[in-house]
């Protein structure tokens, strides 16, 4: 009878226990080395032999039974007790976060970048020429003309001696074609600033970048420009925009073309942007002169080359609808806000 | 070059043809067509007649107006322009007419009088000022009475309904400065047949005054007289037709030859017979000094200006502008027609020097066809005739003309095909040149094309494919990519790479990157930090004083970013920018690096003031992105910089040569720039960096024993280092594998650093005896320096 009485006991208070102090304090009291249990256990040594079976047995279920009724309210009270912590805990999660912010990039280097990156994926190399040119790279190894409107000083800035600020970054092909000896193929771009003689306004800026596009070999085509052209305006611009060649004149390339896409303002129709004619000019290109190839080593008999100029000022501006291109130069902290690398 | 529709088809017969498919051919063949619209838009515009005219009552300048529109009765119209009166034929606007601003005339009442229309001047049709007479200047337009009927549409009679082609001619292409060149490349275009029209040289006497040439940069000169003229003002038809080309109208002599120029191309000067002191007209190019051209004004000439003189007087700045005197005027009745061939190379070069450019000198600058010279004139003797009464016209006197060989050019419909990436038939690009008005025969089994004397662009096979293929089309051009593949793996240079890479770091750490202009001023160009700077490369013909000299450092233009941005309210900036800079003889890839006023906060981290040590930060994390350890650089105080603070400033050296300077910057810079406080930049020759081979990368074991860490506290009475503290302490001990200096104390009483030191054996676990030793000697180390243990 006694030991049904303890297991009573220790289950009622265990059932008042309200935390997991109490549970413990319980536990202590009834399962410790001097508790009720283990003073049965001294009185089932005093008992003979066949009664010890039965009663020892008797106390052990009762302690198992208070034993885990003890840990389960044990585990039920700690749980209950963290849970209880962790919302005392508790944060405002729509608190800014610790990030730094990545900065911002001029739309200029977005673009070269990007031209740089459709090219490089079409196996072209990358070949960085000078600002600061001569007059027979920037013009004469190009087949200008001595007399032509582009070398008037009222256009170009020049140096002492023979030098010049280029004009254009094709000053890049007499450099590379010379630099090949005439043999073997060229397939490059070039990047950079150029400079012309031009007041700056809304449209137009002394100092602006081009990319250089060139490609020597034997037996390069008009249609392997167009291929290229094709390609680099539609990622350019878009796989919806319409590509339109027509006919021009650069001193070095006959064939000359100018490209022109399909206005994405007005989708063709005719607009402001576009001056009515649904067409903005966005490069030129053609394939490179016989003279020029001549000129810088290469005999136009075997070789035949394209190139192309892209402007990239001109580029960043349709591309993002800048409407002041010294905006680009200003580098006002406003205006750079809006531009981030795309990934 | 702009193109009257009326005018064209007189040459050409385009009437199937829109103006839309108009300008989309000849823009598609290389000729593009900018805009295309009728001179005056302006709709319900009538030619009427005014019956009677009555001053308003209580108006200073209103008239009451009865006209005759040719309707049954006449309108009332009130109009406030001082040439109204009866008898005036004008045009007026009905009710219901749009004009070209978009403004729709009603009927309503003007100062309390019904007014059932308006009366017109060419202005208010659309028509530009230059091109306006007096009288639509300042009132409404006066009607020929004799040339109108009452009631037809006054656009029409005006000559403003025709489309205006405004075409961009190419530099190459001066054959198409002409109605007839445009006619022709045209016929090419649309593939119509084209002729040119006859004209028959006058057959008289001898011309009173003969040309002649001494130099040779006039290659041909042809020439008429006549006489009995009688010079007034052009008719209507010459009129609007020099107007909607866009020449302004002056009298019949010089619109008669503008008007031949127009037509052929040819440019042709007029003299007054009476003003010219020989019987001579002469090209010369030794003649200097003063020369008053027909607008009144003086010019200087040198030695080489091509010159028409007669007696040895100058009469005309060759292929520019006649003289003042020469020129001819309302009282003139005879005069010579000149029509020579000047170099345009020369022409150009005078009329660039004295800033002084008329049609003529730009038509020679692009080069023109001698070929036409005669027929020009046989034009211009017709019209002289029966425009201005000439009783006497000579015939054509001629100084050098001759046949010029026309250019042939042997080529191969393989090669073309192989130029175009096309497989073209013979007959194909053989049309398409026909087309181009070439002759093509066959010689020895080979092709040549023979090539008109007015397309002198055209030398050489590669000129013919694209005259091919631009007459073919470059649509019928089948796309594939470039053959072409290079013999190793192409793409951004090594340097480019890490040019880049640095650009990436820096952004991804919140900098902005910015591009700003090479070309700086001299005031600018006076605050470049990297030090010695060579020679300055500048322009000779510099724009602007604020673009005259290429930088040879980047951070001034920097600080002007950041002086504008504070102008423009944002204080708190981060800028930086690559670029290459230029002095005599080199150039530099520079990184420059601009911070002011506070670091931006992170979330809840409040922003704080941006200290030497972000900028340092910068640019070691630079260095570790390059894999440059800090061995191979050496970092020092910079004490003595006009531009830097003295104490909050230094230099990177890479060997003897410093490559970087930065730090924080001299008050006086700050208050030049007004820049926000505090304010720190950065100079650093990237290119040296980048051609540093890095560090190469090499595996190794993580080590096997544990490291211990313990803090030394040390107070400082003496100036020392942190560089040379780190280093005595890692000397100490070999055990002392690392010192990291934390939580430094700068006060009025001297400074306290702690440090912490990370030791390990090699070769087994520190025990507490060999950690004491070594920290004993790294105190005995720092007490050597000055330092004592703090207690
Ligand atoms: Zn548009």
Known sequence: MEIEEIKAAALEELLKASDSREVLEVKNKYLAKKGPFAALYKELGKLPPEEKGPFG?????????????????????LASEEKERLLKEKIDVTLPGTSLAEGHTNPFYLIVDEIIDIFVSMGYDVVEGEDVETVPYNFSLLNIPEDHPSRDPSDTFYLKGDGVLRTQTSAAQGH??????????????????????????LTHSHQFGQVEGLVVDKGVSLAELKGTLEIFVKKMFGEKREIRFRSSYFPFTEPSVEVDVSCASCGGKGCPMCKGSGWIEILGAGEVHPNVLRMNG???????????????????????????????????????SAFKEEK | MKIVREWLEELLDVSSYSDEEIASALTKAGTEVGSYAPLSTATGIVVGKILTCDKVEDSDHLHLLSVDVGEEKPRQIVCGAPNARAGLVTAVALPGAKLPGGKTIKSGAVHGILSDGMCCST??????????????????????????????DAVKALGLDSTVFDLEVLSNRGDLLSYEGVARELSSDLGLPYEEKEAAAPEGKEPLVQPASTTEKCSSFLLITAEGLKNKESPAWLRSRLVASGIRPIDAIVDIGNYAMLLTGQPLNMYDLGALKGNDLTAVDDYEGKFVTMDGKERDLIKGDVVISS?????????IMTSLEASVGPKTTRVAVEAASFAGADIRRTSLRLGLASESSLRFSKGIDPAVSRRTLAIVAALLKSICGAADVSKVACYGAKDEKKVEIPFSVERINARLGTSFSSERIIEALKRDHLIVKEENGSLVAVVPSYRKDLLEEADLSEEAIRLIGIEEIKSVLPHTVLPYAPGRSLQKKKQDAVRRYLTHLGLDETITYSLVSPKLSAYEVLLPKKEDVKPVNPLTVDHSIMRQDVLPSLLQVASYNA??????????????????????????IVLTGKRPGQGMIASRDWSFYDLKGYLEGILFLLGINEQRVRLAALSDHPLFHPGRSAYLALGKERIAVFGELHPSLVRAFALPKPALGLELDLGALLALKGNAAKAVVPPSFPSVRRDLSIVYETEVVSSEAVMAIKRSSSFIERVEPFDVYQGEDGKRVAYALFLRKKDGTLVEGEIEEAVKKALAALERLGGKLRQ
Request: hydrophobic share 35%; net charge negative; with cysteine.
């Open chain 2, 311 to 319: 007696g040895g007087v100058p009469a005309c700045l060759a292929g």
């Open chain 1, 298 to 336: 290469y005999d136009p008999s075997i070789y035949s080359g394209f190139a192309f100029g892209v402007g990239i000022d001109r580029v960043a501006i349709l591309r993002y609808g800048i409407d002041d291109i010294r905006r680009i130069y200003s580098n006002d902290k406003r205006f750079l």
């Open chain 2, 123 to 152: 202005l208010e049709l659309g028509l530009e000022e230059k091109y306006a007479d007096d009288c639509d200047l300042t009132g409404i337009h006066e009607f020929d009475p004799s040339s109108v009927k009452i009631g037809e």
């Open chain 1, 57 to 77: 047995k008797a106390i052990n279920d009762a302690r198992n039974e208070v034993s885990l009724a003890l840990e389960a309210k044990l585990k039920e009270a």
């Open chain 1, 176 to 201: 590379e074609m010379q630099r090949h000896e005439g043999k073997g193929a060229i397939k490059l771009i070039s990047p950079g600033k150029c400079y012309r003689r031009d007041e700056d306004d």
């Open chain 2, 567 to 592: 102008a423009h309210g944002e204080n708190d900036l981060s800028f930086f920018e690559t670029s290459k800079v230029y002095g005599e003889g080199y150039s530099d890839l520079r990184l420059s």
